[in-house]
């Protein structure tokens, strides 16, 4: 998985969107919440958002969905949106930040899961939040926010009783809680490979520490930039961040602070299962080497004795002997069996020997 940003045409006009072209239409979800009671349903056009913001309590809105330009617009319009913001939101990925504007505060994430066929599959999260509402827009169906819908649900805990600032915190939250499977997963191939790299060093081998390595880099790009974008919510540069939900957001600072560590180990251990594996063949490819010259080694005056005698020259008495023929080969036999007796001697012969040396 590279990265592959989508860009509108050179020259276009700030807020200028370039969809996604396999992004599917939106689908919107609304929760609606107070600290009595939670009611949810879907809606149709973003049209009918609009009482939602006159009325009592706190709503979730969640957009899944960025294959219908009118209704990104229409959404824009409802929620006051900034073009550079709704920019941000359509043209993925963006670089994971937060920006503060009159009406919202806008905080863009990336949410990592492990797909059908177990590739890394990533999708940018954006999160608006006022003092009325949160509104998060996806890029594709379905999530890993269940468990925040799910506390909603419960009423337990502060959620229900706190504002929107303290949602985007569980729902920022509940992303960087979903790195920690992958990196453990990642942390159990490359235990699991270690080995596998040193006894059986082969392109398949080769290829699978090329992915993890390739997964690493992706994860880095979007959990090393939350640490400043986070950092900046802590340090008070949103307008609609409470102090009580910074304390909470140190949490998420720390995590993301200890999810980069955690990849820039794993980083370095795939670094040195490449180096071991280059390594393994390599020494194979040596020992490969050494028998073959050591066979050389061996033929070379036997060769020698073979092409003198089968010059066939005239005044050559050694041809006319009947007992020559064993004699020439019995001293053959005699080299070689002296040749391997001196490599072996030597160390050049048998495991052991060399892990003894």
Not at 70 to 89: G, I, K, N
Not at 114 to 132: C, G, M, N, P, T
């Amino acid at each position: 998985m590279m990265f592959r940003k989508r860009h509108p045409p050179a020259g276009s006009r700030p807020g200028t969107l370039a969809l996604p072209a396999d992004s599917p239409p939106p689908r919107i979800r609304v929760m609606c919440y107070t600290a009595a009671e939670v009611t949810e349903h879907d809606v149709g056009s973003p049209l009918e958002l609009g009482d939602l913001l006159e009325g009592e309590g706190i709503a979730w809105i969640d957009v899944q969905g960025l294959g219908d330009e009118a209704v990104l617009r229409q959404l824009a319009t409802t929620f006051s949106m900034h073009p550079l913001a709704l920019e941000d939101v359509v043209n993925v990925p963006q670089r994971p930040t937060t920006d503060a504007y009159d009406e919202h505060q806008l905080y863009i994430t990336r949410m990592f899961r492990r797909d059908e066929s177990s590739e890394l599959d990533f999708e940018q999260v954006s999160v608006f939040w006022s003092a009325k509402y949160v509104l998060t827009v996806q890029e594709k169906y379905g999530d890993i926010l269940d468990p925040v819908r799910e506390r909603l649900r419960q009423g337990k805990g502060p959620m229900r009783k706190s504002g929107p600032d303290y949602l985007a915190y569980a729902i920022i939250d509940a992303i960087i809680d979903g790195y920690y499977p992958i990196i453990d997963g990642l942390s159990e191939e490359l235990e699991s490979m270690e080995q596998v790299v040193i006894d059986n060093p082969v392109p398949r081998t080769l290829g699978q520490v090329n992915r993890i390595k390739r997964d690493l880099l992706d994860l880095r790009r979007g959990v090393a930039p939350q640490r400043e974008a986070i950092g900046a919510l802590v340090r008070g540069d949103g307008h609609f961040v409470t102090e009580t939900v910074q304390l909470y957001l140190r949490d998420c600072y720390e995590h993301c602070v200890q999810i980069v560590d955690a990849i820039e180990s794993h980083r370095e251990l795939a670094a040195g299962l490449l180096n071991t594996y280059l390594s393994s063949v390599s020494n194979r490819t040596n020992e490969v080497m050494k028998v073959l010259t050591i066979m050389a080694s061996i033929f070379i005056p036997l060769t020698f004795l073979a092409g003198i005698y089968g010059m066939n020259f005239e005044g050559m008495p050694e041809l006319h002997l009947e007992w020559f023929y064993p004699l020439l080969l019995g001293l053959m036999v005699v080299i070689a069996i002296g040749m391997l007796v001196f490599f072996w001697k030597r160390g050049w012969l048998g495991s052991d020997r060399d892990q003894d040396a």
